[in-house]
């Protein structure tokens, strides 16, 4: 079975300040991991995705197979980054596995 | 570019009424999902649809059921509303399925059962 495990419910960090949510996996097959995100008052939407190796909004995230992690990291944060995180894992054709999310909240 | 549209937004059922959750998408995606999000938990899979006519189960089934008579529309059915399926209600969709690529959302529907 798979399970996507994001420890923290809450993050808040400074305005500028480095900004990491974790996100650790177990799955047996090869995965597909995603962070989505859901700014206040909008629909969940995707950030990015770890097969695309791309920068959105000046996030970036690797996979880690060896530690089973998909970090999202970003170098300094802005007060519009504020809002819930859910990383998921992919695993077949359809299922989408969800973690529980964590809240960032920028300080200004 | 209306994407996914859910309605209602909000709804409050007594126990035992029925209620329909509706949800059509205009991206012409064969994929589309219900999803349930409890207060501090992530989203669990309760059915999905790899095209019309086509739906299984998902991780909690149980209490819903579904249809998908076209390719936009997807309404999840409550029969019997119990206290349990008070949550927040997602319905997405995506082409192809969403281990591959990105899943649109709709805007959620917020169900509380007393």
């Known amino acids: 079975a798979q399970r996507v495990t994001q420890p923290e419910k809450l993050l808040s960090v400074f305005k500028g300040a480095p900004v990491e949510l974790k996100c650790n996996y177990s799955y047996s097959g090869s995965p597909e991991l995603f962070w989505y995100v859901q700014y206040s008052r909008q629909r969940l939407q995707l950030l990015l995705r770890h097969i695309s190796r791309e920068s959105i909004k000046g996030f970036t995230a690797d996979l880690n197979k060896g530690e089973t992690s998909f970090h999202l990291k970003k170098p300094f944060a802005q007060e519009e980054d504020s809002a819930m995180y859910y990383c998921?894992?992919?695993?077949?054709?359809?299922?989408?596995?969800f973690g529980k999310g964590t809240k960032l909240s920028v300080i200004p | 570019n209306a994407g996914v549209t859910q309605t209602p937004k909000f709804r409050i059922l007594k126990i035992g009424q029925s209620m329909t959750l509706q949800c059509t998408q205009d991206m012409n995606h064969n994929y589309m999902y219900w999803y349930r999000q409890d207060p501090g938990m992530g989203l669990k899979l309760i059915y999905y649809?790899?095209?019309?006519?086509?739906?299984d189960k998902g991780e909690v089934p149980n209490g819903y059921n579904v249809s998908r008579s076209t390719t936009e529309d997807f309404p999840l059915r409550l029969e019997l509303a119990a206290p349990s399926q008070t949550s927040v209600y997602f319905c997405?969709?995506?082409?192809?399925?969403?281990?591959?690529?990105?899943?649109?959302f709709g805007q959620g529907t917020r169900l509380t059962v007393v």
């Open positions: 649809s790899v095209g019309a006519g086509i739906t």
């Open positions: 998921a894992l992919g695993a077949g054709s359809y299922q989408l596995t």
């Open positions: 997405a969709s995506s082409y192809p399925g969403p281990a591959n690529t990105e899943a649109f």
